[in-house]
């Protein structure tokens, strides 16, 4: 209960996070910022799986919270005990519609775009959102082909909407300059 009412409280400092917790090393949640309604555990979700291995900070993928029912990113943050061995999992969901809000406040110039794809080609936010964009794969698409064998770079091409125009892109990097 003092876990849970302290990541409320840090919750609400921080609203782009829809929410914040933590796990057991079996992937039952045990401390939310947002009231559990029945058991829930994230152990087959691929940032809490990082975690768990690399026994380091881990970035997710797209996905619908099981709490919260909102588009989100997860992070990973283990918790180890003297030997070494993960005893918890602190996580924090950013809140995808926070970071289409960051895009907007950007001041884009006119008729450009901003997406932002992870890892699996799936598209996290586009800004303007048009035709549904959030959630799509675009693994069959050549600029994704692109993007995946250049991590950094610019390019002219037929884009995810099949529209020829210049796209500048790059990877995300962790600090010892790993791709996220």
């Known amino acids: 209960i003092v876990c849970s009412a302290f990541m409320a409280t840090l919750q609400k ?3 782009h996070y829809t929410n914040l917790g933590v ?13 559990l309604k029945g058991p829930v555990e994230i152990f087959d979700r691929p940032y809490f799986q990082a975690a ?18 909102k588009p989100a990113i997860n992070f990973g943050y283990p918790v180890l005990d003297q030997s070494g061995e993960v005893r918890t999992v602190i ?11 960051l895009a907007a406040d950007s001041q884009l110039p006119e008729n450009s ?27 069959d698409t050549s600029l994704f082909d ?9 390019t002219q091409s037929p884009g995810f909407d099949k529209v020829e125009r210049l796209y500048a892109f790059s990877t995300l990097r962790d600090a ?5």
């Open 146 to 154: 692109t993007i995946r064998a250049r991590a950094d770079g610019v």
């Open 91 to 101: 996580f924090a969901a950013l809140d995808i519609a926070w970071l289409k809000q």
């Open 52 to 69: 768990l291995a690399n026994r380091d900070f881990s970035v997710g993928e797209y996905q619908i919270g099981r709490i919260t029912g």
């Open 176 to 180: 010892s300059g790993e791709p996220r």
């Open 113 to 139: 775009s901003f997406t932002m794809i992870d890892r699996n080609g799936t598209i996290l936010l586009r800004y303007p959102e048009t035709n549904g964009w959030i959630g799509r794969s675009v693994t």
């Open 13 to 15: 400092q921080y609203p």
């Open 23 to 35: 796990a057991r090393r079996n992937g039952d949640i045990f401390c939310s910022a947002l009231p």
